[in-house]
Every structure is written in C-alpha cells, then in structure tokens.
C-alpha cells in the first residue's frame, strides 16, 4: 500500500507529515506538476532527496508526490512510481491490483497498468486522448480494472483521478498547515500508522534475537558443560 499526495496551487507539504509517511511508504518516491504546458517528473529512492525536491515545488502550481510500499516488483528507481503512459501522460497508482500481477519481478502490477492504458490510447492524439479520459465512460471502463486502488493520471490540463476517492487530511489528524490537503488514505500515514511501523520494526528485533538465541542455544550448553567439569 502506498500513498499519493496531492498539493494544491499555494500549498506546501510539511516536510514532518513526509517524514511519517515515509516510515511506512519508503520503497521509493516520485512527483509530477504542469508547468508551461508540459508534465515536469521526477523519481529516485532517498528521502533526503525526497524532501529537496518537496521544498523546490513552485508554490503556485498543483502537483501530486506518491510514495511506495512495493507489492509487487523490485525496489529500484524503475519501479518508483510516476510511470509513463504514453508521452505527455503520467501515471501514479495506490493500492494493488493482484490480476495484474506480473510472474518476473522486473514489473510490477502499476507497469502493466501503464502498458495496458497506454494500449487502450494507441492511436488517439493528444488532444483525443486528453478528453477521452476525462469521461465518464473511461472512468466506467477502466473501474473493474482498479477496483478498490486509486489511479491518479497527469497530462498538460492536469490531474485526472480514477477508483477510489481522496482523503481530505483533517484538523485533527494533522496539524492545520495539512488540513484540506487531499491523500489517496488515511492508514498509512500518522500517528497509529507511526505505532504500527515501530511495533514492527520491535517485531523485527526480538524476532532476530529469537532466532539467534536458538542457532546459539547448542554452543552454550557445550560452553556450560565444559565449565561445569572443569
């Protein structure tokens, strides 16, 4: 499961509420705006570079920054999402979609998304392909496809969201410099999510001391019965 940001013109995204959700969702990052008429995106693996990308933004356009937590594929640069479609349209997705679901790790369900719309759009121009998935038709076609995941697409007019609908960060689940910014959910990011990544990361720990605890076990009995005859 991961997460898509979407920042309204004028809006910032606090680099603290980032920093959260990249406990949970941090298998890679990737962002996309319109400036001057054509899609700006970019993508990589560390935070740090996450959060300078965050800060050079410009204020007043909107634009959308997803986080990964992989599925499906591997966790390199190629799987961080936004994923082209065709030219001039850009794909993020939240959620996964196991029909998709590909056998050799190098893809991921989202890249067969990418591949399969950008197939159903073979042949359209620009302009055709600009309106075409704007329409309530689009929306119904593609809905069995991504049933229960949010597809968030960016071409020159925009964001064109399909499935499921945002989550409006409230007041009381984040501080009101995020209040009204949309998010594509609200479990993997504050404060039960930061619980959750916490009582995992505990997990992990004991669960390897555990284990050596068993791999030592013998050793020590033969260590104590060497040192109980002496």
């Not at 404060?191 to 030592?216: D, F, I, N, P």
Request: glycine share 10%; hydrophobic share 45%.
């Amino acid at each position: 499961m991961c997460l898509i940001i979407k920042k309204p013109a004028g809006r910032t995204i606090c680099a603290d509420f980032l920093k959260n959700a990249w406990e949970r969702n941090f298998h890679g990052w990737g962002g996309f705006f319109v400036q001057n008429g054509e899609v700006v995106w970019a993508r990589g693996l560390a935070f740090d570079e996450l959060l300078e990308y965050n800060r050079r933004l410009p204020a007043h356009v909107e634009a959308c920054i997803h986080l990964r937590k992989a599925t499906y594929g591997e966790v390199n640069h190629d799987m961080a999402h936004p994923y082209v479609v065709r030219p001039g349209l850009m794909l993020m997705h939240n959620g996964s979609i196991a029909h998709l679901a590909p056998q050799d790790p190098a893809f991921s369900d989202t890249s067969e998304l990418a591949r399969l719309l950008g197939d159903l759009l073979k042949g359209l121009s620009d302009a055709q392909a600009r309106d075409l998935i704007r329409t309530q038709a689009f929306a119904r076609l593609t809905a069995p496809l991504i049933e229960g995941s949010m597809v968030v697409l960016m071409d020159q007019d925009g964001v064109v969201r399909l499935g499921r609908d945002w989550h409006t960060v409230k007041s009381c689940e984040w501080t009101g410099a995020m209040t009204g910014i949309q998010v594509s959910n609200s479990h993997t990011w504050g404060e039960k999510a930061r619980a959750l990544s916490q009582q995992a990361r505990r997990g992990s720990w004991q669960g390897l001391v555990h284990a050596l605890q068993v791999r030592l076990a013998p050793a020590f009995r033969v260590i104590g019965r060497a040192a109980s005859g002496r």
